[in-house]
């Protein structure tokens, strides 16, 4: 019998139901009477009332919002069954099961001896005969579901060796669809339900050997794993881990399949492959928030509008979330397992690790005021799903042999105790800033571009007015020039043309000088007369040469 187990001590009817202070609006579980186990009603039907809390407030406070309050969820437990193995068949063929199952009652009965037995109830019982799709559809297909809202979720096996923890949930079902294990199914579910255009998937599966080593199954070189604990959130974190994005089913099943090849397994009388450690799977989902959240919706009420900058500037919120599948060694006692040397010192390390884990949930079970949560790394890895703020659920499973009765015991008083257990699940929302960095250098980058856009055409729209004005300009003085040069010419002709008359004028008077005595007051007015034309027509040219320049200098400033 597993240590683990044995140190729970005392009767199911000496402990109480942890005390917590129940948020408003959330379900809690009843107390179960001294003396009776838990009715599975209650426990079934407070799990299903808080499978979705109300949305937290996004606030402030450096970008990450976090619910203050939460949902009271109990840890929900079912029991399953392993039929006989041929080996059992062979030696306990003249002996009853041990157990007797009463599914439609959810119920169990532990036989002490042929006249007396005890009777425990949990959540779920499955029979030998439950497929694997019903196992995965009551044990875990819930805390998926409240994964993909964005809540963290746990799922874990516990059992003694050889009754099938890893059958139902590590089995890749290769040759038989069917077969497939809670590991393979969830992740189905969650790659079917995410949009690979906003969310991702991403994850890491490692074990913990014996003396408290913590290994990468997809780099089995890294074999020494620090646990970081965040001193403000209490979160903890595994930061040199294999972290692997995730988008189809084929290369999870192919990272799957690394990490089945790099697990330990050894050969002990109670399984011929058992498990010598303990194996986790963490998938983390981020999932971005479609349509505005409360925050913003009550800001543009408040405002009586929502501003077009606003809604630019506002961070989207994504949800991020944690599904943690545990697949735990087995609890057995030595001398039945027939462990010898290094397997030996591997099944010690194994029980201790469960010991410390089966004392966690004693001390959450009774409220007390110390969890030895640091005792062991298994446990520091379970802080959130025992007492936390994960929603857990946990599959017992158990063998129907007789001689194994103490270890069926020990399984059973775990999963009773584990059911006491309450978390407080909280929906964790976070701004996403990185995104809205990523968002406005994209507006930036395009607004740099459109910004040199305008200003190449603007240039080159003042280059082409340039070279429009420069050219007007130069055909307007080719134009003052030749009709400067026209009128010049204009000009000198008529003065030539006016020398030339006088010259013939001269002429005549010196061949007719009486007739130029006679005419010459005459003579004398007419000069005066052809000087006093010869001076209005140079002013005349001057003032037309005066209003070219005035009409070159208004289209130089038209060009300006």
Not at 211 to 231: F, R, T, W
Not at 515 to 534: P, Y
Request: with cysteine.
């Amino acid at each position: 019998m597993a240590s683990g187990a044995r140190n729970g001590g005392g009767g199911l009817g000496s402990r109480t139901t942890a005390k917590m202070d129940r948020q408003q609006g959330s379900t809690a579980t009843p107390k179960a009477p001294a003396g009776k186990p838990r009715l599975s009603a209650a426990g079934g039907g407070a799990y299903r009332r808080t499978s979705s809390g109300p949305l937290p407030a996004a606030g402030a406070g450096g970008g990450r919002n976090s619910s203050e309050s939460g949902v009271s969820s109990r840890v929900r437990v079912a029991v399953r069954l392993r039929p006989r193995n041929a080996e059992e068949q062979a030696a306990d063929a003249d002996f009853a099961d041990c157990v007797e199952l009463q599914p439609e009652l959810k119920r169990l009965k532990l036989r002490k001896n042929n006249w007396e037995s005890d009777t425990f109830e949990f959540d779920e019982v499955l029979t030998e005969f439950s497929s694997q799709k019903r196992v995965y559809e009551v044990v875990a297909k819930p805390v998926v579901e409240s994964v993909l809202e964005g809540y963290n979720g746990t799922v874990m096996a516990y059992g003694q060796t050889g009754t099938g923890k890893t059958f139902t949930l590590g089995r890749l079902g290769d040759e038989d669809t069917a077969a497939r294990g809670i590991m393979v199914r969830a992740m189905e579910d969650i790659l079917a339900d995410i949009t690979p255009e906003t969310d991702t998937v991403s994850l890491s599966y490692l074990q913990q050997l014996y003396m408290e080593m913590i290994q990468d199954l997809l780099d089995p070189v890294n074999d020494n794993i620090a646990i970081v604990e965040d001193p403000r959130t209490g979160d903890v974190s595994l930061p040199g881990a294999t972290v692997v994005e995730v988008r189809d089913q084929k290369s999870f099943m192919d990272l799957l399949r690394i990490g089945e090849a790099h697990r330990v397994a050894a050969n002990t009388k109670l399984n011929t492959e058992s498990s010598r450690s303990h194996a986790i799977l963490m998938v983390n989902v981020r999932r971005a928030v479609k349509g505005r959240s409360e925050m913003n919706v009550s800001m543009s009420a408040e405002n009586g509008h929502s501003s077009s900058m606003m809604d630019s500037l506002r961070p989207p919120i994504v949800r991020k979330s944690k599904l943690v599948v545990v697949d735990l060694a087995g609890s057995e006692r030595i001398d039945k397992s027939g462990s010898e040397g290094h397997t030996l010192e591997e099944a010690k390390s194994i029980n201790l690790s469960l010991s410390s884990l089966g004392k966690c949930i004693n001390a959450l079970a009774e409220s007390s005021a110390h969890v030895p949560v640091r005792d062991s790394k298994l446990t520091r890895l379970l802080k959130d799903s025992f007492g936390g703020t994960a929603r857990t659920s946990l599959v017992v499973t158990i063998g129907p042999s007789p001689r194994h009765r103490g270890e069926t015991t020990s399984t059973i008083m775990f999963g009773q105790r584990a059911m006491k257990v309450q978390n407080m699940v909280k929906l964790k929302e976070e701004f996403d800033y990185k995104s809205l960095c990523r968002r406005l250098d994209i507006e930036l980058d395009k607004l740099i571009a459109e910004n040199e856009r305008q200003r190449k055409y603007f240039d080159d729209e003042i280059e082409r007015i340039t070279a429009e004005a420069q050219y007007r300009v130069a055909e307007a003085e080719k134009e003052c020039k030749v009709s400067l040069e026209n009128e010049k010419m204009k000009y000198h002709q008529e003065y030539l043309d006016s020398i030339k008359i006088l010259e013939e004028k001269w002429k005549v008077h010196q061949q007719s000088p009486k007739k130029q005595i006679k005419e010459e007051s005459t003579s004398n007015g007419d000069v005066q007369d052809l000087l006093q034309n010869e001076k209005m027509l140079r002013q005349s040219a001057e003032d037309e040469s005066n209003d070219l320049k005035n009409q070159l200098s208004h289209w130089k400033k038209m060009e300006v």
